[in-house]
C-alpha cells in the first residue's frame, strides 16, 4: 500500500516537472514560439529611383544574413504614414527583436517610434530621423553637408549673384536639413535670391509638374538646387520641354547612375552629392548584431556628401546600378 503511494506521487511529479518543462519551451502567454531571432524592417513602398534601389538593398542584406546567421526577416513597404505605422504595430505584434525603420515623415512616425522604445524593441532608423530619442541607432547621410556643399557650389558657379529655384522633398529630417545647408550658403553669400522653394516629393513626376508652375511664373532663372536626383531629372525635362536656356545648371543629390550619363554629355546637371541607398544594408547589419546582443559601437552614423561632377564622376559611375 506505501509502495503505491509512493509510485503514484512520483509519478504526479513526473507529470508536473512535464508540463513545466513543455512550458519553458514556448507554450506559456507572451513567449516565443522558438528561439530564432528575428528583424522587423519598415520602409516606404518604391519600385524604382533611390527607394526602390534601397528596398533591393535591404532585401539583399536580409536575405544574406539569414543565409549567414539564421536571422529571419520581415520586411513591410507603406505608402503613407498611416499604413506605416499599422505596419510597426504588426512587427511589434509579432515580437520581432529589432526593427529597421525608415520613416516616410519624420513628425508622423515619431510616436510610431516611441511605441517600439515603450515594446522593448531596439530601433534602427534609416536616412530620416524621428523628433525624438527612441532610435537606438540611427544611419544616414549627411543631409546637410549636401545642402552646404550645393550652396557653396552655386556661389562658386554664379559668382555669387543671381536668381535660383530650390525644389525641396516631403515634410522630413532629409528635407530640413538640406534646405537649412542650402539657406546658410545663401545667406552668407548675400548676392543670391532664392525666388522659389516647393516641394517635388522626391518624385520625378511631380518635380516635372512643379517646375513647370515655375517656369511660367518666372521668366529668368539662373539655376536650380533639387534635393533628390530624381527631382532633379524631371526638373531637366520641364526646361527642356519648355525650351528655356536662361538656366546655367541644375545640382541634385543621391548620386543616380541617369544624372551621371546626364554628366558625362555635358548635360545641365552639373553636379550631385553622394547619398547612397546602400546606407540600409549598413542599419540591417547593424540591427542583426544587436539581435545577437551585441552593443551598438556608435549612435550615429553619417555617409559623407561627397561632391560628383564632371571631373570626377567616372570614380563613382557603376553601368549595372539600379539607381
Not at 529611383?49 to 534601397?54: I, K, Q
Not at 534635393?227 to 545640382?251: P, S
Request: a negative charge.
Amino acid at each position: 500500500m506505501v509502495l503505491r503511494k509512493l509510485l503514484v506521487a512520483g509519478m504526479s511529479l513526473v507529470t508536473v516537472f512535464g508540463l513545466v518543462a513543455c512550458n519553458d519551451k514556448g507554450s506559456s502567454v507572451g513567449g516565443k514560439e522558438d528561439d530564432k531571432l528575428k528583424i522587423g524592417i519598415s520602409l516606404p513602398s518604391a519600385t524604382h529611383g533611390w527607394m526602390g534601389a534601397l528596398i533591393d538593398s535591404a532585401e539583399k542584406q536580409a536575405k544574406e544574413l539569414k543565409e549567414s546567421d539564421g536571422i529571419e526577416y520581415v520586411m513591410t513597404n507603406a505608402t503613407d504614414p498611416n499604413k506605416q505605422a499599422n505596419d510597426v504595430d504588426d512587427l511589434i505584434a509579432q515580437d520581432v527583436d529589432v526593427i529597421v525603420m525608415l520613416p516616410i515623415e519624420s513628425a508622423a512616425l515619431t510616436p510610431v517610434g516611441q511605441k517600439i522604445k515603450d515594446a522593448g524593441i531596439p530601433l534602427v532608423i534609416v536616412d530620416r530621423e524621428l523628433e525624438n530619442d527612441a532610435a537606438t541607432v540611427v544611419v544616414k547621410g549627411d543631409n546637410e553637408g549636401i545642402g552646404v556643399n550645393a550652396g557653396k557650389y552655386f556661389v562658386e558657379k554664379l559668382n555669387g549673384k543671381g536668381k535660383v529655384v530650390e525644389i525641396t522633398g516631403p515634410p522630413s529630417s532629409v528635407t530640413e536639413q538640406r534646405g537649412s545647408g542650402f539657406k546658410e550658403a545663401m545667406e552668407a553669400a548675400g548676392g543670391i535670391d532664392v525666388i522659389a522653394s516647393q516641394s517635388g516629393d522626391f518624385s520625378t513626376e511631380k518635380s516635372l509638374e512643379v517646375m513647370q508652375n515655375i517656369l511660367q511664373a518666372h521668366p529668368h532663372i539662373d539655376a536650380v538646387f533639387t534635393q533628390d536626383d530624381g527631382m532633379a531629372l524631371g526638373v531637366l525635362q520641364a526646361i527642356k520641354e519648355a525650351g528655356r536656356k536662361d538656366i546655367k545648371f541644375i545640382t541634385g543629390a543621391g548620386g543616380g547612375k541617369a544624372v551621371f550619363d546626364n554628366m558625362k554629355e555635358d548635360g545641365l546637371i552639373t553636379a550631385t552629392f553622394l547619398y547612397s541607398p546602400t546606407m540600409v544594408a549598413d542599419a540591417v547589419k547593424i540591427a542583426a548584431d544587436i539581435a545577437q546582443g551585441n552593443e551598438p559601437e556608435e549612435n550615429m552614423i553619417v555617409k559623407e556628401a561627397t561632391q560628383v561632377t564632371k571631373d570626377n564622376v567616372e570614380e563613382y559611375y557603376n553601368p549595372d546600378s539600379k539607381f
